[in-house]
Protein backbone atom coordinates (compact mmCIF):
# COMPACT_ATOMS: atom_id res chain seq x y z
CA UNK A 1 0.00 0.00 0.00
CA UNK A 2 1.26 3.47 -0.60
CA UNK A 3 0.56 4.78 2.75
CA UNK A 4 -0.55 3.66 5.87
CA UNK A 5 -2.16 4.45 8.89
CA UNK A 6 -1.34 2.72 12.27
CA UNK A 7 -4.00 1.69 14.46
CA UNK A 8 -2.79 3.96 16.82
CA UNK A 9 -3.01 6.62 14.34
CA UNK A 10 -6.70 5.81 13.10
CA UNK A 11 -7.59 5.65 17.11
CA UNK A 12 -5.74 9.07 17.69
CA UNK A 13 -7.44 10.23 14.82
CA UNK A 14 -11.43 9.20 15.81
CA UNK A 15 -10.86 10.37 19.10
CA UNK A 16 -10.16 14.04 18.01
CA UNK A 17 -12.95 13.75 15.76
CA UNK A 18 -15.18 12.80 18.25
CA UNK A 19 -14.33 15.44 20.92
CA UNK A 20 -14.78 18.47 18.47
CA UNK A 21 -17.58 17.13 16.42
CA UNK A 22 -15.78 16.85 13.34
CA UNK A 23 -15.29 14.44 10.08
CA UNK A 24 -12.52 11.54 10.96
CA UNK A 25 -10.67 13.04 7.93
CA UNK A 26 -7.46 14.18 7.42
CA UNK A 27 -4.91 15.70 4.54
CA UNK A 28 -1.48 14.62 4.87
CA UNK A 29 1.32 15.67 2.80
CA UNK A 30 4.58 17.46 2.26
CA UNK A 31 5.81 20.74 1.73
CA UNK A 32 9.18 22.23 1.14
CA UNK A 33 11.21 23.86 3.81
CA UNK A 34 13.31 23.02 7.38
CA UNK A 35 16.85 22.34 7.27
CA UNK A 36 16.70 19.45 5.33
CA UNK A 37 14.65 20.30 2.74
CA UNK A 38 11.13 18.78 3.12
CA UNK A 39 8.31 18.65 6.25
CA UNK A 40 5.72 16.85 6.71
CA UNK A 41 2.12 18.04 6.86
CA UNK A 42 -0.68 16.41 8.89
CA UNK A 43 -3.93 18.38 9.76
CA UNK A 44 -8.08 17.52 9.60
CA UNK A 45 -9.56 18.52 6.19
CA UNK A 46 -13.30 19.63 5.12
CA UNK A 47 -14.01 16.94 2.16
CA UNK A 48 -15.74 19.77 0.14
CA UNK A 49 -12.57 21.29 0.16
CA UNK A 50 -10.67 18.67 -1.55
CA UNK A 51 -9.53 18.38 -5.70
CA UNK A 52 -10.11 16.25 -7.98
CA UNK A 53 -6.54 15.18 -8.26
CA UNK A 54 -6.73 14.12 -4.57
CA UNK A 55 -5.34 10.89 -3.71
CA UNK A 56 -8.11 9.31 -1.33
CA UNK A 57 -7.31 6.58 1.44
CA UNK A 58 -9.50 5.24 3.58
CA UNK A 59 -8.51 3.15 7.41
CA UNK A 60 -10.94 1.61 9.07
CA UNK A 61 -13.49 4.75 9.02
CA UNK A 62 -10.52 7.73 9.05
CA UNK A 63 -10.26 9.17 5.36
CA UNK A 64 -6.60 10.52 4.45
CA UNK A 65 -6.18 13.03 1.60
CA UNK A 66 -3.01 13.29 -0.41
CA UNK A 67 -2.44 16.21 -3.24
CA UNK A 68 -0.99 14.70 -6.44
CA UNK A 69 2.36 16.93 -5.38
CA UNK A 70 2.60 15.17 -2.36
CA UNK A 71 2.17 11.50 -3.04
CA UNK A 72 5.40 10.92 -4.61
CA UNK A 73 6.76 11.25 -1.69
CA UNK A 74 4.72 9.75 0.64
CA UNK A 75 4.53 6.20 -1.43
CA UNK A 76 5.31 3.52 1.11
CA UNK A 77 5.15 6.02 4.29
CA UNK A 78 3.40 4.60 7.46
CA UNK A 79 1.85 7.28 9.50
CA UNK A 80 1.63 6.60 13.25
CA UNK A 81 1.02 8.09 16.71
CA UNK A 82 3.62 8.11 19.22
CA UNK A 83 3.42 9.26 23.19
CA UNK A 84 6.37 9.48 25.46
CA UNK A 85 7.19 11.62 28.44
CA UNK A 86 9.10 14.44 26.44
CA UNK A 87 6.38 14.32 23.10
CA UNK A 88 3.32 12.90 21.55
CA UNK A 89 2.13 13.92 18.11
CA UNK A 90 2.13 11.84 14.49
CA UNK A 91 5.61 10.14 13.16
CA UNK A 92 5.93 9.68 9.76
CA UNK A 93 8.42 6.73 8.18
CA UNK A 94 10.03 6.28 5.16
CA UNK A 95 12.51 3.88 3.64
CA UNK A 96 12.94 6.56 1.33
CA UNK A 97 13.85 8.82 3.51
CA UNK A 98 17.33 9.27 3.66
CA UNK A 99 18.30 11.57 6.18
CA UNK A 100 16.38 14.09 8.87
CA UNK A 101 17.56 17.27 10.74
CA UNK A 102 18.49 17.30 14.21
CA UNK A 103 15.01 17.86 15.62
CA UNK A 104 13.44 15.56 13.25
CA UNK A 105 11.36 17.62 11.79
CA UNK A 106 12.50 17.98 8.18
CA UNK A 107 13.92 15.49 6.22
CA UNK A 108 15.20 15.00 2.86
CA UNK A 109 15.31 11.75 -0.46
Known amino acids: MPLLLTEKAIEKVKSYAIANEIPAT????VKGGGCSGFSH????????????TDHIFEFNGVKVFVDMASMQY?????????????T???KFT?????????CGSSFSM
Not at 80 to 86: F, H, K, L
Not at 95 to 102: A, L, N, Q, R
Open 26 to 29: IRAG
Open 41 to 52: VLFFENEKETEE
Open 74 to 86: LEDTTIDYTESMM
Open 88 to 90: SGF
Open 94 to 102: SEHIKSTCG
